[in-house]
């Protein structure tokens, strides 16, 4: 069967990029089993052949009415399905969809019947937001990191910037790469649209947030982009749990220090 990517080479160039990525969650241990899901908005690469597609098996519900999305077009990571066997086939492990007129149900259309990922409510009340602010930013990443899920069962860590503060104050690079923080979302049901709610809520002051006790979830102008924000984090957990097993808390960069980043690098706060 002919992929919908052949002779599609921006959409190829997009979708191989999402693989590469697919890649390092699973390098990093980031994605056990089915762990994690990326959606990525294409509908910017869509041309009037893929537009005449037909639906490939039933229509479903999106579970959430977003008419931000009337047209839109996703990658989406299938439910169920390895990032680690995303990283080589994309387009066996995840699909293309076409969200309908009716704002509240899509259709995959390319390459084959793969279902998208439980953690679609958020992925999409996400994009649709990003639509209506305008923002430039195309992709959503999901993934299981261990630091800072680790951290993230301490509920001290859970309050609002304490941990972002911390992450920042490791390594200069972190505040520079992710300036907004690290939000914090408390533990909801995967999957469910209280999850989507509360996530959507807290991206609407940070690119990163943190799912008590489950992973995190990124915003980023593409799906690299996206998994930077998160990189970063995580190595400045790995540095304070490093010094924490070296039996010392450890110091941190000055409030100075952190405040000469600020204005060195341009930074928002
Ligand atoms: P999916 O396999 O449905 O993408 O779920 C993985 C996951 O991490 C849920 O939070
Ligand atoms: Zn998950």
Not at 16 to 40: C, F, M, P, S
């Amino acid at each position: 069967m002919k992929s919908v990517l052949e002779g599609r080479p921006a959409l190829k160039e997009e979708i191989d990029k999402i693989a590469e990525v697919a890649g390092y969650l699973w390098q990093n241990g980031w994605a056990e089993r089915n762990g994690g899901n990326i959606t990525v908005n294409i509908t910017d690469l869509v041309d009037d052949g893929i537009k005449a597609l037909p639906a490939i098996g039933e229509v479903k519900r999106i579970g959430a009415t977003l008419p931000a999305l009337k047209g839109t077009y996703f990658y989406c990571k299938g439910t169920g399905k390895r990032m680690r066997d995303l990283a080589r086939r994309p387009m066996d492990n995840g699909s293309i969809i076409r969200v309908l007129d009716d704002c509240e149900s899509y259709a995959i259309i390319a390459d084959k019947e793969v279902l998208p990922t439980s953690e679609l409510p958020s992925h999409l009340s996400v994009h649709a937001r990003l639509i209506e602010k305008g923002s430039p930013y195309k992709a959503t990443v999901h993934t299981h990191p261990i630091e800072l899920i680790a951290m993230s069962h301490n509920k001290k860590f859970m309050k609002k910037d304490v941990l972002t503060n911390i992450l920042w104050s490791m390594i200069p690079e972190t505040k520079a790469f992710c300036p907004l923080g690290l939000g914090m979302v408390p533990y909801e049901l995967p999957g469910s649209v209280e999850l989507a709610n509360a996530t959507l809520n807290a991206l609407e002051e940070y690119d990163v947030v943190m799912w008590e006790k489950h992973g995190v979830f990124a915003k980023g102008l593409d799906v690299m982009d996206a998994f930077d924000q998160i990189d970063v984090l995580s190595k400045s957990a790995k540095i304070y749990i490093d010094a924490k097993c070296m039996g010392f808390t450890p110091d941190g960069m000055s409030e100075e220090q952190m405040k000469e980043m600020t204005v060195a690098f341009n930074l928002p706060r």
